[in-house]
């Protein structure tokens, strides 16, 4: 009988826990708003995964990654031509380089 107790207590102990997070209204609303849809999705879980995920990155975050990618993205372009430019230049002097050498 003790056992029983001690599990009842632990269940109403998360389940206030629960409630002080803001978990149990949160679940709620979403199976409030599918049990209103007037046409079921398909995948309800995903739905559920949907409305509770995580709400995502903030929008500065997102901005300032954003700006991010593009400077590193013209730095890679500006690096591309510099490594275009030294390989042409290289081109120049392996000829050269190759009649310089003398043959055994």
Sequence with gaps: MTTY????????????????AGVLDALTKVLVGLYEEPEKPNNALDLLRQHIG?????????EALKLEVSELRAKCEQLQEENNELKSKMQQYEP???????EN
């Design 5 to 20: 107790r001690a599990a009842d207590s632990k269940r109403e102990e998360f389940r206030k826990y629960l409630e002080k």
């Design 96 to 102: 050269q380089a190759e009649q310089e050498a003398p």
């Design 54 to 62: 995580a709400a995502g990155p903030d929008t500065a975050d997102v």
